[in-house]
């Protein structure tokens, strides 16, 4: 038997401590062998002792429900014994397991006296998961993130706005004011135009500062969204050749970014910035092609390096689009009065796809366009660039998919109204549509119509469904699959199903991104802070891990896979992988309790 202090030298954060608080630790120790079904401590009383279990597994039990299994390695009873708490569960021994019971008054002791080491359990008590994280890997390379920082960040003055009425002389005035190089021209609360001092030399050259701003201004204005990340800004730029962006969307107008806003950002993350060029400027498949592979492989070592899912799903997204962009373009040239949106769906369509993706995709065709013929020649295309086809068949150049406007809604108010497996199914993958290129009226005239064809029992099979899949309990129960833990079955798809599940129920489709409506849920008061930020750790820390495995497999020539083996995690990694687990399954359990779905349908 490995003596107690060699045992505790080897556990994170035990292996934090100097020779004299670890000796004081195994002064305080005392040693017990307790049998299959033993109670080791009851719920409501006060544990005297951390509990550090040497071998054999552990239960924690809330009635007759197992909410956690300890094995080898691991603690419990660390909340009560520190706090003189009454347990919030009974502790079992589930097999013959052998524990150290380290006095409750020498584990506060040395508590107090080492920061790093209370640090890590405060983290624990307070099951934080990024921080978690941070005792785990380096931070997140800022250098690399740059180009995934969203616009938002950029603006450091107010919006500044006139009418279209305005005399320009008064417009000059107002930017002078405001020490800015341009001015926002509104019309009944929307941005129509912007007047910069480019435009001042137009009026210099061809008319009176007396004349109104709308004679002279740049107009239609071009916009990007404030949550959209700077290189998506850049390609707005790049596409259009102007130098000022307004950042507006359905809450407001927020400011204006220029193209040396942008570009100063950029500056740090010129390796991606090159490739993303390629991909802007690329003439045919196989120039595409080169550059869509090589930030692939870009990405992926800048996953490898520590950079998290939330920065680089926004990079793949603004990559991923214009690849689709280009393809499309190059069938049905730029005409934008084309009559069809072509619209991502699943995990493209809430902008969460990462390394491995596919044509996820679908469109909707107005009157004048009942059929795009050009959609089995785009889908055949980018799989040549290196987008897959969806084995499913969810595809814009599957003829089921590729619909009117009308025959969408026909589907939507069906499914709804006869939720049987398929339609849920359907909807679990429709429900995340984002529109990408074409007529975006279409989509939005869409999402009304499913705000309205939405029923309760609908919800209720989609709550279902969410919670089908409970994650396994403990670090045990993750090491015992011998064929790896599934991240996306068990961790990632009922956090995204779920949270997806809740904005059907308060209609807010609009918003697709899980993290987005995650806090828009918080912000209306459905979820709780504290929920919504477990949740919003909990899933970073899920992608995180399957990110980097996924980039490891890409690196090293295996096939690209959502399944993870214990073995190749270290006990940091096993922690916040067992920690973010339970969240899910209490968030899978207040959903069932939620929709009534707690015994089934």
Known sequence: ??????????????????????????????????????????????????????????????????????????????????HRSPSYYEARALEDSLCYLIDAEVFERVYQAHSAFASFFSTFIERRFRSFSRLARDQESVQDGAASVLVETLLSKAPVTCALDTPVREAVRIMDTHRVGSVIVVHEGKPVGILTNRDMRRVLLEGSRDSPVKEFMSSPVITVDRRASILEAYSTLLRTGIDHLVVADTDGIWGVVTSKDVLSQLEPSSSI????????????????????QAIRLAVSEMALRGTHFYQLSRMITSVYDMVFVKVIQKHTGEDEGLDFLWVHVGSSGRKEQILTTDQDSALICGLSCPRLDAAERISQD????????????????????????????????????????????????????????????LLGNLIDH?????????????????????????????????????????????????????????RMLRITNTRERIEALRDAGVLGKETAGDLLEAYAFLQDLRLRHQARQLKYGGAETNLLMAEHLDKMDLLVLKESLKVVASFQKNLKARYGVDRGL
């Not at 910035?273 to 498949?285: F, G, H």
């Not at 969408?408 to 290129?437: A, N, Q, S």
């Not at 396994?472 to 956090?495: A, V």
Request: net charge negative.
């Open 382 to 441: 980018l799989e040549k660039v290196g987008v897959p086809q969806c084995p499913a068949g969810y595809m814009a150049s599957n003829p089921r998919w590729h619909l009117s406007l009308e025959q969408w809604k026909e589907h939507f108010r069906r499914w709804f109204l006869e939720p049987i497996p398929d339609h849920v199914r359907y909807l679990t993958v429709f429900l995340d549509l984002r529109g990408v290129y074409g007529r975006m009226d």
């Open 1 to 82: 038997m490995i003596p107690p202090k060699e045992f505790l030298r080897k556990i994170k954060p035990f292996s934090f401590l100097p020779e004299e608080h670890l000796t004081a630790l195994v002064g305080g120790l005392d040693v017990a062998m307790y049998e299959a079904g033993a109670v080791i401590c009851n719920k409501g009383e006060v544990c005297p002792s951390v509990f550090l279990v040497f071998s054999g597994l552990v239960g924690l039990y809330d009635g007759d429900e197992v909410v956690d299994l300890v094995s080898k390695g691991e603690i419990f009873g660390l909340l009560s014994a520190l």
């Open 273 to 292: 910035l090159s490739l993303y060029r390629k991909v802007l400027k690329a003439t045919d498949l196989e120039e595409l092609q080169s550059a869509f």
């Open 450 to 506: 499913i705000h309205d064809t939405v029923t309760n029992q609908a919800v209720r099979f989609l709550a279902y469904d969410a919670t089908l899949h409970e994650p396994p309990i403990g670090i045990f129960g993750i090491k015992h699959r011998e064929r790896g833990i599934d991240l996306k079955r068990y961790g990632i798809y009922p956090i995204a199903n779920g949270i997806r599940v809740m904005i059907v129920d308060h």
